[in-house]
């Protein structure tokens, strides 16, 4: 057995694991190598997407990875470039290339590099200031639809993105959805008969043994028969030439860049990427949570991801963060320590620049097929059982996040699901009811019994007939509950209309805080013994 004691800087666990088997060493290693590999495609493809060279991606993949590897809030969980994040810097992209419009292609392509590089940094200090606040824990008001949704979404979204590897030659040249996917077949069989192989290999050789992940199995062996075998199919050599990556180096972004025009473009990117890296990550910690596992630390992975972003930026390298797939690969394969997400930012950087002729041989295909199986394995199947045992309100929410993840933007679904639902709460609670009864002295007593906040002012208004009610009237709060200002304007602007009836209105039950809001009412309160000492939300 090796020992690791728990080790921690200025508040951040680096290891709290003791008695660190053999066997998990074993199973980190091989899971990170597994990990690694995939990681190469994905940050080539995402660096494409944000409109830069493919190094910048891979910078990135294992700067940030090593970081919140060592650093994060949830040992085994993978960070690196991301499609979330790639997709925002193509604004940024359009953006300088507006401002810039006299520059030729290679100074454009340098200084878009160079506002990715300072955004990167300035979303990672966001993302630290976040964690350092402890803002982290507010992950916890996405409900579990929404989380579903989420989680549904983003399986479609990395099964969709497999597709362009699929895509056949000249595809602007077909009319039809149908015709590319007939040329398709026709040009790349292959490419279809290996991501079968592979497919089947992870579903079934698990059943046999789980002594190697695999999908490191299927990755070597399929690589070996295809490169033996002279069979002509997509390598990841084919998407880009890795042969100049080289480790990376202090950059540091054009001092031209701080300026108020500059400022203006960079900080509404930055804060955007700071969120959806931060929704992201959180949402995958709070994934792998649901999987088994010791609970992570949200705040924690905030300041890890925010310091990985800083240096990734500084080192030539984009912002990015957790990614749920590369993620789940690594804990399904048993990666579930540290030392996996260290293994796999190390491998992939001393892969790409010292075996990159051996990364260019994998087959694009493999990688596809893993991809395609973590999708599956994302999926929340379940949840479609659920669906029809849900309230509809939840219903609703679940498929309202999946769509938007599909169509929009991680962030805005996760936002959308977290407004509906707290709409839908505050529908389903907007109601008071009041208990009639009348006292020896004749007075008419409303007994109230719920909530009174913004929502349920109606219905609180509903409950009393001031024109019929006798000369005095007690309202009872023994049993509800005011929430916020609007509760309590709501009782000032009913005490005014009984006022105004010539009618005497008491009181009882209202916490202290609750009375000291109170302008009109104030003095219609009574004071019992057991009266309730919540506060009151009001505005500032």
Known sequence: MVEFHAYTIEGITLFNIQNYSKQNIKNDILSGALVAVALVPEAIAFSFIAGVSPVVGLYGAFIIGLMTGILGGKPGMISGATGSVAVVFVGLGLSVKKLYPALDTEALSMMVLHYILLTSIIAGLIQMAIG??????????????????????????????????????????????????????????????????????????????????????????????VYFGHIDTKTVGDLADLSQVSMPTFVMPDSTLFSWTSMLIILPIAFIVA???????????????????????????????????????FFGGMAGCAMIGQSVINFTSGGLGRLSSITAALLLIVLVVNFSDVIA??????????????????????????????????????IVVTIITVFEDLA????????????????????????????????????????????????????????????????????????????????????????????KLSLRHLSKDCKKTLHSAGPFCTFEEDDPTYKVAVNP
């Open 132 to 225: 350092a606040m402890k803002l982290g824990k507010f992950i916890r008001l996405v409900p579990q639809p929404a989380l579903f949704g989420f989680v549904n979404g983003l399986a479609i979204v990395i099964a969709m993105a497999q597709l362009a590897f699929l895509a056949p030659e000249h595809v602007e040249q077909y009319s039809s959805w149908l015709e590319v996917i007939k040329a398709s077949f026709t040009e790349n069989y292959i490419m279809y008969i290996i991501i079968i192989l592979t497919m089947a290999l992870m579903y079934f050789l698990p059943k046999v043994s789980k002594a190697v992940p695999a999908g490191l199995v299927a990755i070597v062996l399929i690589t070996l028969v």
């Open 275 to 313: 969120l959806v890296g931060l929704i992201e990550s959180l949402l995958t910690l709070s994934v792998l949570d649901e999987m088994g596992g010791a609970r992570g630390n949200g705040n924690q992975e905030c300041i890890a991801l925010g310091m990985g972003n800083v240096t990734s930026g």
């Open 361 to 398: 041989s994998i087959p694009v295909a493999v990688l596809v097929g893993i991809m395609f199986m973590v999708s599956i394995g994302t999926f929340e199947f379940s949840s479609l059982k659920r669906i029809k045992h849900m309230p509809k309100a939840d219903a609703f929410v679940l």
């Open 412 to 503: 805005v679904a996760v936002i959308a699901g977290i407004i509906i639902s707290a709409l839908v709460f505050a529908w389903e609670h907007a109601k008071i009811h009041a208990r009639i009864t009348q006292d020896d002295n004749g007075k008419k007593i409303y007994e109230l019994d719920g909530p009174l906040f913004f929502a349920s002012v109606t219905s609180f208004n509903e409950q009393f007939d001031i024109v019929n009610d006798p000369n005095e009237v007690i309202i009872d709060f023994k049993n509800a509950r005011v929430m916020d200002s609007s509760g309590s304007e709501a009782i000032d602007a009913l005490t005014e209309k009984y006022k105004k009836a010539g009618k």
